[in-house]
């Protein structure tokens, strides 16, 4: 798995566990609803501009090794054993599996912001508030 995906996938445990809990248990996380609208947002961005960072190691790894001065000192150790181009070539990631993380992580997190505003642990305007600075549309959060 790559770090996107177990990224994704420990936030929207922890959200899926935390619909369950009975309110009082609840207000623990809504205390804290700043601290996971960050999480949110953070992740969300990960995922969103992961094929601009995958491009930066490709023209990284590209730059490397046709550095002139890589050449005149002889190739370090782990290029002269071949240079594996599938490698630093291939995404970790696919659009349409960064599109799913996306949608699950939004689900997810909508899920247990509404259930933070039904239990009466966050008001409606803090709900939008959050919504406005994660990022996520009025389709993925609607309240």
Avoid at 2 to 13: R, V
Avoid at 20 to 44: H, M, P, Q, T
Avoid at 97 to 116: N, V, Y
Wanted: hydrophobic share 35%; aromatic share 8%.
């Amino acid at each position: 798995m790559s770090y996107i995906e177990d990224q994704t996938n420990a936030l929207t445990q922890v959200f899926d566990r935390a619909v369950e809990l009975k309110s009082y248990r609840l207000a623990g996380y809504a205390a804290n609803v700043d601290f996971w609208g960050e999480e949110i947002k953070r992740c969300l961005s990960n995922i969103d501009r992961y094929p601009h960072r995958f491009q930066r190691l490709v023209d990284a790894v590209e730059a490397y090794r046709h550095d002139p001065l890589q050449v005149r000192s002889g190739l370090p150790a782990d290029l002269d054993q071949g240079y594996d181009s599938h490698a630093s070539s291939t995404p970790a990631i696919t659009d349409s599996d960064r599109a799913r993380l996306r949608e699950r992580l939004a689900k997810s997190a909508s899920r247990f912001l509404i259930r933070c505003l039904t239990a009466e642990l966050i008001d409606r305007v803090k709900l939008l508030d959050l919504r406005d600075d994660i990022g996520l549309t009025p389709e993925e959060l609607p309240c």
